[in-house]
C-alpha cells in the first residue's frame, strides 16, 4: 500500500493538473481556433526534459511524419543534443537559447506550423510560439516530467487526464488531439556503424566479450549530496561479488564522467575485482546504446539507460524508488524485465535529490531480491 506522503503527493500533482486546465479552459482565446491538418507542414516539438523524457517522445514521430508528409524539427536542451543524430524523422534539432526573444527570433524564421509542447508545458512557452507566430499548439497538462509553470493559454486543444497511465499513452494522447492514431507505438534509438565499430573496439581493447552492465548514477546525481536515485554503493559491491563468483562474467560499470566516482567506491569495497571495470566516460551516448543492446543483463535505477534496454529488449533489472513506474516502466512487449519497487515508503516525487535527506524509497530495496531477480536472467 502506497504511503501516506506518497498519496498526498499524487493529490497535489491532479489538484494542480486540473487547475492549470481549468485556467486554460476559462482564458484560452485559442481554443475556439479550428486546427486544419492540411495546413501543417512544418512541426516543431518542444521538449528541454532529460534522454528518456525524449527517447519517450520517439514513438509518435513516425506516425506524426506519415500521416501529415511533414518535416519535424525538435527544441531541446545543449546536454541533449546528440540525441536525434541519427534519426531519420528528425529533420533539424534546435538548441534553446535560454532567451526568450532569441528563441522567438529564430523560431519565427523556421515558419512552422504547429508546435507541440511537452515540457515545459507553460505560460511561457506557449506564449514564445504565439509570438513566433506559429499557428497551431497542441500538447498534454503533465507527461510526468513536469506540471508545468502556469496554464498553456494559447493551446488550440489541450488535454487533461487524471487517470494512471504511462508516459507514452499520454504521448499518443496528444497527437489523438489531432486525428493520429498510432496502434503500433515504439521508442527509437539509432547508433551509427562507425559508433558500432568504436563501441566494439573498446570492448576488445578491454578483453570484453560477454557481459553484465551496472548503471548506478543518473542525470546529475554526480552534483548533489543526496542522489534521490542511488542504491547504496555497498549494496552494488555485493551483486558485483554475487555475479562475478557464481556465473564468471565480466561487470562493465558505465555512468558519465562525473559518475565515476561511484564506479571507484564500489570496486572499492568487493572482493573480486578482476572482473569488474569501471567504464565511467569512455564511451559515448551512441556507443552506449549500443554497449546495452548486447549486454547480457542491466542494473540500473530509472533513468536513460532503462529507456535504451526497453528499445532493444535487454533483459533488466529496474531498481525504482523516486518515480511512478505506472507511468515509468519500460515500454516493451516482452517480459524480460524485472522493477523493483517499494511503495510503502515514501515514493513517487521523480526527484533528483531526496528531500528528506534519506533516500529511504532506495533503501528499501535489500540485496537478496535483486540476487533472486538475477537468477531470473543469468
Known sequence: MESISTQIREYMRKFLLMGNYLLWLILSPSKFIKINKKEI?????????????????????????????????????????????NNPNISEVIINQNNFWKNVENLKKKKFDLVIITKPVSTKYSLMCLLAKIKYQIGIGDLGMNVGKGPPLFFNKNFLSLKRQHVIEGCLDIIRQIGINNKNPKMEFYF???????????????????????????????KIKYPAKLWPLERYAKIVDFIIKNYKINVLITGSKKEKKFADKIIEKIENKGGVINVGG???LEELAYIISKTKLIIAPNTSVVHFASVFNSPLIELDGVGRPYQWKPWRKDKNYKILFHDEVCTGCNGTECRKKTTECMKAINVEEVEKAIRQFL
Do not use: Q, R, W
Open 41 to 85: 507542414k512544418n512541426v516543431l516539438i518542444i521538449s528541454l526534459g532529460t534522454i528518456g523524457e525524449l527517447l519517450v517522445l520517439t514513438t509518435i514521430l513516425s506516425s506524426l511524419k506519415k500521416e501529415l508528409n511533414c518535416k519535424i524539427s525538435f527544441m531541446i536542451s545543449n546536454e541533449s543534443k546528440n540525441i536525434f543524430k
Open 282 to 284: 569512455l564511451f559515448n
Open 192 to 222: 551509427s556503424k562507425k559508433d558500432e565499430k568504436k563501441a566494439k573496439e573498446k570492448l576488445k581493447k578491454l578483453k570484453i566479450k560477454d557481459y553484465v552492465v551496472i548503471h548506478p548514477g543518473f542525470g546529475g546525481a554526480g
